[in-house]
């Protein structure tokens, strides 16, 4: 079965960065689209990021652009979000998440990771 | 760039069906069918329920509908189930340029 599991959160200083994983298993990861989404606590959902399925075409969030950085490799089935310059507005359980269709993008979450927590305090 | 409409709160009790709306504009919600809806519990990373408007993933219940009609999108669920206690969200593509793509507030279903 699809399984998605994210690692790196914790707890940084504002200006800090963080590297998030997000390792994938259960289906063939080099042909579906990932994402990164995030949820402030107590707060709703937020899409942060997209990767194609080859790693060529990458889109983020307006307040995480020039921040932010996804990025994939294929051989290890894991897709990363890079997190630089981090301010306390970016503290959120952060989820990685496979795109509904291989090849292209719907805009829609098929499966989620657990989910790996940010905070962003000095 | 603002969230979409969703009401904050709804009910119903078993047996009866409710309809959470979802209200954006032509540049999202109304100008594509790329809308989604979102089943979060407590505690637990989101479900998806409904993509493109109104197909259902495997494995989901016939009991969730979706559908669209100009810029507001519906969830129907009916024969309520006391497990379908939960928030749900709904998210839609947009043409804008800030992001790709945008979510509702998230609304609180409780059964009675």
């Known amino acids: 079965q699809v399984q998605l599991v994210e690692s790196g959160g914790g707890v940084v200083q504002p200006g800090r960065s963080l590297r998030l994983s997000c390792a994938a298993s259960?289906?063939?990861?080099?042909?579906?689209?990932m994402h990164w989404l995030r949820q402030a606590p107590g707060k709703g959902l937020e899409w942060v990021a997209h990767?194609?399925?080859?790693?060529?075409?990458?889109y983020y969030e307006d307040s995480v652009r020039g921040r932010f950085t996804i990025s994939r490799d294929n051989s290890k089935n894991t897709v990363y979000l890079q997190t630089n310059s981090l301010i306390p507005e970016d503290t959120a359980v952060y989820y990685c998440?496979?795109?509904?269709?291989?090849?292209?993008?719907?805009?829609?979450?098929?499966?989620w990771g657990q989910g790996t927590l940010v905070t962003v305090s000095s | 760039q603002s969230a979409l409409t969703q009401p904050a709160s709804v009910s119903g009790s078993p047996g009866q069906s409710i309809t959470i709306s979802c209200t954006g504009t032509?540049?999202?919600?109304?100008?594509?069918?790329?809308v989604s809806w979102y089943q979060q519990l407590p505690g637990k990373a989101p479900k998806l329920m409904i993509y493109?408007?109104?197909n259902r993933p495997s494995g989901v219940s016939n009991r969730f509908s979706g559908s669209k009609s100009g810029n507001t999108a519906s969830l129907t669920i009916s024969g309520l189930q006391a497990e379908d206690e939960a928030n749900y969200y709904c998210?839609?593509?947009?043409?804008?340029?800030?992001?790709?793509?945008?979510f509702g507030a998230g609304t609180k279903l409780t059964v009675l």
């Open positions: 493109e408007v109104r």
């Open positions: 998440a496979r795109d509904t269709h291989d090849f292209w993008t719907g805009y829609s979450f098929d499966n």
């Open positions: 990767i194609s399925h080859d790693g060529n075409k990458k």
């Open positions: 032509s540049s999202d919600v109304g100008g594509y069918d790329y």
């Open positions: 259960g289906f063939t990861f080099s042909t579906y689209y």
């Open positions: 998210s839609s593509y947009t043409s804008s340029t800030a992001l790709h793509v945008i």
